[in-house]
């Protein structure tokens, strides 16, 4: 498992079009299928996908939208296409691959696993909850006759659904700057790009951040906004 597998870490030869490396190993590990069976964050569309084998088209009314408007949409097109092409080949090249791809019940049983190991680090502990209490309404199906041995009671749901509606809140104002173009998707930009994108990140941290209506508030705001930048490395 390469956990880290995206564009800069991949060198393809011009000419031939072929992989020469793949860099980056450091964390590489051996894992169970179920673990690490995903489509690559290169490839991976985020958003609404269209079912199906279809390729995406643009919209009847295109040409009568804006420059910015059709440029969003041939983006998105592209992410779409993108998506699933790469499915479409592991489906053609590994059958046994693609059938846990396609697990809709991985992803259940793989997000406690996948949390759990940072959850304290990482104060992801809203997010774990969350998993936990997706595994819990689906113990039934997953695991047939055998009770569940974690349980939530209505007071729990209450709690962690105030809480949704923060985060749900945060993850629109983050979609914002993402949609405007404001920031990366994916924290990835080209060098000659990063000293403005590091002065945007910090200016609508700022903002983000200053939104909250108290301490608490600050805290979660802080620990969600998803560009972290380097650490400083002078002196070593």
């Known amino acids: 498992m390469h956990p880290d597998l995206h564009l800069d870490n991949i060198f393809v030869d011009p000419e031939t079009l072929q992989i020469t490396r793949i860099v980056d190993w450091q964390s590489a590990c051996v894992a169970p299928l179920f673990y690490h ?5 290169m490839c991976a569309h985020r958003g609404p996908l269209q079912e199906g084998w279809g ?7 295109f040409d009568s939208l804006s420059v910015k408007e059709q440029r969003k949409i041939d983006d998105d097109l592209e992410s779409q296409i993108l998506h699933k092409y790469y499915e479409a080949q592991v489906y053609r090249r590994s059958p046994h691959y693609w059938s846990v791809l396609k697990n809709m019940r991985i992803p259940i049983i793989r997000k406690p696993v996948w949390l759990v190991t940072g959850v304290w680090e990482n104060r992801d502990l ?8 997706a595994l819990f309404a689906h113990w039934e199906e997953l695991v047939p006759g055998v009770p569940c ?4 009671t209505n007071e729990d749901v209450e709690l962690h659904s105030k809480e949704e509606e923060n985060i749900n809140g945060v993850g629109k104002i983050l979609t914002l700057f993402r949609d405007e173009s404001m920031l990366p ?8 790009d990063y000293d403005i994108a590091q002065k945007n990140s910090r200016k609508f941290k700022d903002i983000f951040i200053g939104l909250a209506k108290d301490d608490e508030e600050r805290e979660l705001f802080t620990k969600l906004w998803p560009y972290q930048e380097p650490a400083d490395t002078e002196g070593l």
């Open 37 to 41: 069976a995903d489509v690559p964050r």
């Open 55 to 61: 390729v995406p088209e643009r919209p009847e009314d």
């Open 126 to 133: 809203f997010f774990l909850r969350e998993s936990l209490m």
């Open 149 to 152: 041995p974690i349980n939530f």
């Open 185 to 192: 998707v994916d924290g990835m930009v080209e060098p000659k």
